[in-house]
């Protein structure tokens, strides 16, 4: 797949736009981001109504949903085909393990990473679930624990791997675009080749910049708020966070602008590369004992009670923390995946499909498990001994200074606070550039297999910069659940449809594998030919 910016004379921006896919999602939009420019009260409101309807509604499926497609997705590791090698037998690698892992990671969940990473463990002990009876406290921690691993262990990267895999055998063996409408053509046949393909296409990029907004939102409040609490500012207002927004999507459009699959590689690697280094400095200068009492505790908890947390929609209680907290997460994850699994296919050429899963979702599942655990582990035992009262800060500045404010009692605190912020902007531009790059080349006519024009990225660009500020400036990070609950279900359907497609692809795979079909001709020739020597 070309990943530069294709320039062809005899071939205008217009004829290599798939105009029934780019137009119905432009029109969806644009209206929608003036909204919420225009009336961002109104719009508030309304996305209040919207949230609290899709959660009664659609809130189980949100649950029952993903849990299926991560049994899917760890279960496709132990069946036979796991030995497929994606592109043929003689397929290649384009890049190392570690170039992978690191695209893998910060494209996918590194915002995530730095704005949840102390915050959510802290917060669920000192505000644990309202459903499970108890106060801040030891019982708060070992039960919150499973909760904030439910969230971010292995159920937001089985749904990427699942999206990504899902498209291998049609891209890469039955030869379809790199369009994800192709992971549907064992179901509905030639037809994902015309209006239905573009109909499947076209929400997909809606869903899609759902994930993108709800990644530009949180992004632009922890950039806002932790450089505002590392350097005793209050850029907590509209006009620092438009300002961020802007910057950096402008950043994000100039370097998709220029083809850049290697920049975004050296970027990935640095934003690993110090993702480790703060990872380290916590565990040998924090509190490591107890960090490591409290990931061992915690993902026994988690385990043990997997079943329980991954499906408990609390219908004797109805405290509403499920829906702002599990029912939003999966949304989050299932709306990123189309997006997050044309862009992971990329990367899948020369791979098992069992390496494909394992790198891609047992590698950052560790990492995740690991970051949790010591940031978490370090604010909890920081606010359980007595040391500060974290959560007294967070109620007062906001979830975005929750790693600044743990930062503040290790030792080289500023190492952990300018720290965080780079890490924080590089997965900011390498989630941000991965998914424009992705939306545009799904936007094509031929989809990842030729490369999108300048134009094209630059217009999805601004669109998704727009919407980021709409959405943000409207309602906030409310607004942005609101958002991403309500397209989930849309993208479950699709996420479901594509697994059914790659479990027929492999079933019938005599039918859909043009290359396997040439590698066993081409092994019937050559032991013919020795046969007659």
Request: aromatic share 14%.
């Amino acid at each position: 797949m070309k990943e530069n910016p294709v320039k062809n004379p005899k071939r205008s921006t217009l004829s290599l736009i798939d105009k029934w896919v780019v137009l119905p999602v432009a029109v969806v939009l644009i209206p929608f981001i003036i909204y919420g420019f225009v009336e961002p009260e109104s719009f508030a409101k309304a996305a209040s109504a919207v949230f609290d309807f899709s959660v009664e509604n659609f809130g189980a499926i949100l649950l029952l949903g993903p849990f299926f497609l991560v049994v899917f997705c760890v279960g496709m590791m132990f069946t036979k085909w796991g030995n497929i090698r994606i592109g043929g037998e003689n397929a290649k690698p384009e890049m190392s393990r570690f170039s992978w892992f690191s695209i893998a990671l910060t494209t996918c969940i590194g915002i995530g990473l730095v704005y949840y990473g102390t915050y959510e463990p802290l917060n669920f002990v000192v505000n644990p679930p309202a459903f499970l009876g108890i106060e801040g406290s030891s019982p708060a921690a070992v039960e919150s624990w499973g909760y904030v691993f439910m969230h971010w262990l292995i159920t937001p990267y089985s749904l990427y791997t699942a999206g990504g895999l899902c498209l291998t055998m049609m891209v890469y063996h039955a030869r379809r675009k790199g369009k994800y409408s192709s992971g549907m053509y064992p179901l509905f046949g030639k037809r994902v080749d015309g209006r239905l393909g573009s109909v499947i296409d076209a929400f997909v990029l809606l869903v899609t910049f759902g994930g993108l907004c709800a990644s530009i939102g949180v992004a632009a409040l922890q950039l806002t708020g932790g450089t505002g609490y590392v350097f005793g500012k209050d850029f907590s207002n509209k006009t620092a966070y438009l300002l961020v927004i802007l910057l950096v999507t402008a950043l994000c459009i100039l370097t998709t602008s220029t083809g850049l699959k290697k920049g975004m590689m050296y970027l990935a690697k640095i934003n690993v590369v110090l993702f480790f280094a703060l990872l380290l400095g916590a565990f040998l200068l924090g509190h490591t004992v107890f960090q490591m009492d409290s990931m061992t505790n915690a993902l026994g908890y988690y385990l043990d009670n997997f079943l329980k947390i991954s499906l408990n929609t609390e219908p004797g209680y109805q405290t509403g923390w499920v829906g702002e907290w599990t029912v939003f997460f999966n949304a989050w994850y299932l709306v990123c995946t189309p997006v997050f699994g044309i862009f992971l296919v990329k990367l899948a050429k020369g791979r098992t499909i069992r390496e494909f899963i394992a790198v891609n979702l047992i590698g950052p599942s560790i990492f995740i498990f690991l970051w949790f655990g010591i940031f978490g582990g370090e604010a909890i035992y920081i606010q359980t001994n007595g040391i500060a009262d974290l959560g007294a800060i967070l109620q007062e500045k906001g979830a975005e200074v929750a790693n600044f404010a743990l930062a503040e009692y290790l030792p080289l605190a500023g190492f952990f606070k300018i720290g965080g912020l780079i890490a924080v902007f590089l997965s900011f531009a390498t989630c941000v550039q991965s998914q424009i790059l992705a939306i545009s080349d799904s936007s094509t006519v031929n989809g990842a297999e030729e490369s999108s024009p300048v134009k094209l990225r630059i217009f999805w660009g601004i669109i998704a910069g727009a919407f980021g500020c709409a959405v943000l400036l409207a309602g906030g990070y409310d607004s942005l659940q609101t958002v991403l609950v309500a397209l989930g279900p849309i993208a479950l359907i699709l996420m479901l449809l594509s697994a059914a497609g790659f479990i027929k692809s492999l079933v019938q795979r005599e039918k859909y594998d043009l290359v396997l079909k040439e590698e066993t001709a081409a092994k019937i020739v050559k032991a013919k030919d020795k046969s007659e020597i």
